[in-house]
């Protein structure tokens, strides 16, 4: 297909997904007007196949190209040589219909108009009601231990059973990878792949999702998502879009969204104006991080009746969406990796901590939910992310690694694996108490490390939002002390043991 | 200017990088689907080196590189020619091939790797890795000193990182000849080895299993190469895992990959012939 393409043999083609040659055909016939299809021309695996089955079939690995007159026999000789099965089933019109044939009878005859524009709207109704929640007490925790479990836990731990059987190397164009470092034992934030081999202008892509929050408050959901996403990829060295500057810095995000069937009914699913408020919520915020960002969606997908149901017994999945996020990175050899590097370095906390434990991987561990949830302060994360963006140009930044998942402790562990480093840090003074210092997920924040040497640079450009937390050192310790007490001394081997065998349980 | 040929199609998807090596380095590469060559469009002939990147050919149906492996030696191309006499006519020239991955998988299973009897029969496989998985990693290798092909002349370079990605790379020798053989003649060029530098068996320095833990062959001429990790992958010091802390560590490095090696060496010896 790229030959064909760059050969100019394609006028336009599109993939067969859902629907398959109806959905294909059927959108593409909207250009023209109309469309002719011989059904008896589509080559098939096995015989006995209904004209209306192999209008709407799934099958796979099938692309519908639309093909001048002209053009035919070049491309159909380029497939022949490539032992590409290529196949002409018909011609676009004019008519006004999508006329169906199969061999010598007339399968189908559908009006263009009546079949893209006929549908009834449907009108559901959507009614919001805050749940009512409450903050747990949580008293006489054993930090070391919650984030032993923490590191553990299925959101938070090693993927590298995963990541390893499949090939993130293949083009010899990724720069930042799943897991780098030394021992390949540091896991980073977005991947950076370049685009050729010649220059070094590459493309940075993130994922988002945080389906937690959801059960408190679906709009912080979304919108948390999708500034996780975008931290993402400030943490590897990414700079804003700024529409006021012709700086050429594209980024693009899709949504997918996963969501239960928000129809109500009184009976099959009596929650759904509920549901659908959720839903509401979610493109609500969608729209206002994507409007502030200047991050445009350029696609997406949706499932929207993920409920299981057997017997009396329904399960319904959490409203979810994923925010995919692509962003031009300028040149690749300037990207930033999230791994401790050299003991002397000066440890800082980038971003406010809230008391935000709601929803966090460290209240499910006592099965709570609790009710503050992270929320995403729009205006500062923006300026964090560029303050972010101008510490990297101005080279003051030694690492650089979000936290999300498991809060501030998750991620100084993370950024001490991969060097075999270790870590002591304090904090003077809290208003929030540890547990929301160690664990809480407020959003738009980074641990960044900094040589010595350029600290003072460092903390004039962040100013408040950066709070110096300690030093990075060759011990096999992390230790942190809040308020003068000290409230984690854990082995950083330790942690990293629970951490690679979290999905080999 | 020296010529590479690097052969394209049917699920082979490593061959941009492979040819942006010899790019790279101010050669000429060709990408062509093995179909132009079997329909004689172009002609191995034309070229210095032959290259058959790494992918997923065939789906791996019936075994990495197997159907690979039979259109190479049986194909009767569009004149009657049969492509393995060119093959064979293009070595005896004095030219080079160089198998990395699926292309060592095509190489050792058309017995061209490490062809001690002379007449392409297998003499070693490849097959599932120890652990079971596909692998994904780094891992190190020495390079084995005396060795009698030209890709690997450098002497001054006495072992390399590399990337590995594959699911069928352990070698296995067929007989206690043919791995004395090998042994004797130094035909296993290079070698996974733990960080010290000692070869080892243990997973996942060495990722496969692989007999005598070795990563690449090469035939007694040392005009034909083969190798499971992937040297066109390393081109630029950023592929390599922590090239962060090596910049760090050593600000003025080198923005080469230790991959260029191979390359650079097999262009040198080509030039030199000239």
Redesign the interface.
Known sequence: MEKAAKAGLLKSSTDNGAGGLSSSIGELAEITGGAVVELGNAPLKYHGLQPWEIFVSESQERMSFVVEPDKKDALFDMARDFEVEVTDIGYFTNSGYLDIRYKEERAAYLDLDFMHNAVPKKYMEAEWKTPELQEPGIVDADNNDILLQLMGSLNICSKDPVIRVYDHEVKGKTIIKPLMGENGNAPQDAGVIRINHKDFTGVAVSNGIIPRYGDIDAYEMSAGSFDEAIRQIIAVGGKLPNPNEKDGIFWTVNDNFCVPDSLYDENKNPDGKYKLAQLVKMNEALYDMATYFNIPLTSGKDSMKNDFKKGNVKISVPPTILYSMAAKIDDVRKTITSDFKEAGDVIYQVGKTYNELGGSECYALFDVLGANVPKVRKDDAKRIYDKMAKANEQKLIASAHDISDGGLAVALAESAFGGNKGCSLSISETEIGVLAELFAESHSRFVVSVPEGKAKDFEKLFDKDCKKLGFVNNEDNMTIIIEGEEVINSKIRDLFEAWGKGLRK | MVKALVVT??GI??E??MA?AY??LGAEATIL?L??LF?ERDSIHNYDILNFP?GFSFGDDIGSAKVLANKFKFKKMHSGKLFIDEISKFLKDGKYIIGVCNGFQALVKMGLLPNIGGNYEQEVTLTNNASG??????VHCSITPDNPTPFLSDKSITGMDL?V?HGEGKLIIRDDEIRSAILEKKLNVLTYTDKEGNSTVDYPANPNGSELNCAGLCDISGQVFGLMP?P?????L??H?????KK?TNPNIS?DGEGMMIFRNIISKIESKN
């Open positions: 199609g049917f998807n490593c941009e990088e942006a790019q790279l689907h179909n132009e329909q790494g998985k596909f692998e994904d990693r780094w990337p990605r992937h066109e992958a390393y081109l630029s950023y592929n895992p922590d090239w962060a802390g760090r923005e």
